[in-house]
């Protein structure tokens, strides 16, 4: 299967360290015959923000990171807060109550959270078990699996 033109600059651009127009003409051996395409590539890769311009016409290669699952995110607020109300993680991570809900019910039935004090939404304390030990990436059950959060329970 043939690569895009955009895979092909990704590639070349991932081993020059800076690189220009010029650069990219070179290294495909052409004559200007290609620079519209080397240019609207250039131009799609800056606008996913995997190139991006140190100077005019200078240009760096960034690779770009996956951004964090909802669950990911939930975890990361109950690691950051230590002791916790599920109000405070919908507040921070941007998920919905019923999907916190379920994800602290999850945590808390593995053992790494436990419940502290009080009930309800707003009252309910929570904390780390072992907030010294903790993993800052989300939590593996005892199967050697990720923590089921709610998108991965389901059927």
């Known amino acids: 299967m043939r690569r895009s033109f955009a895979e092909e600059i990704r590639k070349a651009a991932v ?10 003409v070179a290294f495909f051996h052409d004559r200007d015959e290609n620079r519209i395409k080397i240019k609207r590539a250039i131009d799609r890769l800056r606008r996913t923000g995997e190139v991006v311009s140190i100077k005019w016409g200078v240009y760096r290669y960034q690779e770009r990171r996956k951004p964090f699952t909802k669950a990911d995110k939930i975890w990361r607020a109950i690691w950051i807060k230590k002791i916790f109300t599920k109000s405070d993680i919908c507040k921070l991570s941007g998920a919905s109550y019923s999907y916190i809900n379920r994800f602290v019910a999850a945590l808390q039935h593995e053992g790494f959270i436990i419940h502290v004090s009080g009930y309800g939404y707003r009252n309910a304390l ?30």
């Open 15 to 24: 081993g020059m360290e800076q690189f220009t127009m010029k650069d990219m």
């Open 126 to 155: 929570y904390e780390l078990s072992d907030p010294d030990n903790t993993p800052l990436n989300q939590p593996v059950n005892s199967k050697g699996r990720l923590v089921n959060s709610p998108e991965r329970s389901r059927p």
